[in-house]
């Protein structure tokens, strides 16, 4: 079983509409992750959640939006998309206190 | 901002072994080095982690000197799947709330 699922993989939307991409593990993790790659291969940490609290990166637009409906999921929603968030999105997962993040196999999002 | 910084490239003949250095100068008593890889289009996996002791798994060994400003990854018997981005990162252990900071990594060919 894959420990950390995304769908889906490919996402191709018009600018101004609003998606989501979802994010699954089964690991019984307590964290969960949502990365950023670019077109220049940057990775950047975009939010940390725990059922305690939610860790933002600054430079996270607030079109974007995290939402857990459970542990085991964290959903990544998007509103208004632009141009520049076309980009591979990586969600991860890692126990409380553990010493290794398991990523999902990304989600390749276009904005035309 | 990474903390660590990396050659941009490097080559390695397959079978031999494959040293990849890493510099942390200005790492802090209670953060560990982290090794992640990143194959082509796959979201990133976990290598290896130490504090101060030299490591060993299935995988890799992990030099870090004695003063902790720099460290290696090893991979002892190279092969072509291990054509990669190698990512060095510092992090407090058990880090949770704080994502990976990635730089931006070695590139590691492995030539046939």
């Known amino acids: 079983d894959t420990a950390v699922s995304q769908t889906p993989k490919y996402l191709v939307t018009q600018m101004g509409n609003d998606k989501s991409i979802k994010c699954e593990q089964n690991l019984g993790h307590d964290t969960m992750y949502w990365y950023k790659q670019d077109s220049k291969k940057f990775l950047k940490i975009m939010f940390s959640y725990n059922n305690k609290e939610l860790i933002i990166n600054e430079t996270v637009p607030n079109r974007f939006s995290p939402k857990s409906p459970d542990k085991a999921h964290l959903n990544l929603h998007i509103n208004s998309l632009e141009l520049g968030d076309s980009a591979v999105y990586f969600c991860?997962?890692?126990?409380?206190?553990?010493?290794?993040?398991?990523f999902g196999p990304g989600t390749r999002l276009t904005v035309l | 901002d990474a903390k660590t910084t990396q050659p941009p490239s490097m080559d390695c003949a397959e079978g031999r072994a494959a040293n990849l250095p890493c510099n942390h100068s200005?790492?802090?008593?209670?953060?560990?080095v982290y090794w992640y890889r990143q194959i082509h289009s796959q979201g990133p996996q976990y290598i290896i982690h130490?504090?101060?002791n030299n490591e060993t798994n299935e995988m890799a060994s992990l030099i870090i000197t004695e003063d902790r400003k720099s460290s290696t990854l090893i991979l002892p018997h190279a092969t072509l799947r291990d054509t990669a981005v190698y990512y060095c990162?510092?992090?407090?252990f058990g880090g949770g709330a704080d994502g990976l900071t990635f730089g931006k990594g070695t590139h590691l060919i492995i030539q046939p």
């Open positions: 200005t790492i802090s008593g209670n953060e560990y």
């Open positions: 990162i510092v992090r407090p």
């Open positions: 991860a997962s890692e126990r409380e206190g553990g010493d290794e993040q398991f």
């Open positions: 130490g504090l101060k």
